[in-house]
């Protein structure tokens, strides 16, 4: 059976909990055996983390130790998968710029706040974003700092006129992507601010095929959603 670690916590805005418990029940349908763990200290477990495929971190901010840091990465070099989304992986341990250079980028800016803005898909032979059309969010668009060697998915482009920062008008920013750490495979969406962005399909959709992408487990469309019909 392969397994997988939900680490959540850290600044509650980001409803780590409410999120997490979304994407479990699937995780669980799916075959994993899922553990949910609410402490850091779950990366210096080296039985445990050896014995993961997949570990889920929502984590928004807060500081990891040198130890936790050390075991969350050197699992994931070798061979221990990541995924997830927003701020939960995208905006951890900000002093932690080993972990930024695994994620393969962290977050900068949120112009105006909650806004509306189209999410477009750019890859449509990936398996995470095949048959999935662009659609539009109402929710914070991540402006962020990229690696330019992510395997871009899907993308959003900013109009400038939200958060007086007109100088990004037309700045088209990565929204969904794939790369590797290692041997670990890593999946990232910027999507999912709070528990109710996933109400469009689209959204939990990516996130689902994200999931099985990195743990190895995505052939054809696994999301049960109508979006990808």
């Known amino acids: 059976m392969t397994k997988a670690l939900v680490v959540?916590?850290?600044?509650?805005?980001?409803?780590?909990?409410?999120?997490?418990?979304?994407?479990?029940?699937?995780?669980?349908?799916?075959?994993?055996?899922?553990?949910?763990?609410?402490?850091?200290?779950?990366?210096?477990?080296?039985?445990?983390?050896?014995s993961l495929t997949l570990v889920v971190p929502c984590w928004t901010m807060g500081e990891m130790s040198q130890a936790q840091s050390a075991g969350l990465l050197g699992a994931i070099k070798n061979g221990v998968n990541i995924a997830g989304w927003h701020g939960g992986m995208g905006d951890s341990f900000r002093q932690n710029t080993e972990y930024q250079f695994m994620v393969g980028g962290q977050w900068v800016a949120h112009p105006g706040g909650i806004v509306e803005y189209e999410v477009n898909i750019i890859d449509h032979d990936?398996?995470?974003t095949n048959g999935i059309p662009d659609f539009k969010m109402t929710s914070e668009q991540y402006y962020m700092h990229v690696d330019p060697s992510n395997e871009v998915q899907a993308v959003c482009t900013f109009t400038g006129e939200f958060g007086d920062s007109p100088w990004i008008a037309g700045c088209v920013m990565p929204a969904v992507w794939t790369r590797t750490y290692g041997k670990g495979r890593v999946f990232y969406t910027s999507l999912g601010h709070v528990a109710k962005d996933f109400e469009v399909p689209e959204a939990r959709a990516i996130v689902q095929r994200g999931l099985l992408w990195a743990a190895g487990e995505l052939g054809c469309c696994c999301c049960s959603c109508s979006c990808a019909d």
């Open 8 to 50: 959540r916590g850290g600044w509650t805005g980001h409803e780590p909990v409410q999120t997490t418990d979304l994407f479990i029940p699937f995780l669980r349908a799916q075959g994993f055996e899922v553990v949910v763990s609410e402490t850091l200290d779950s990366y210096v477990d080296a039985a445990l983390m050896a």
């Open 126 to 128: 990936h398996p995470i």
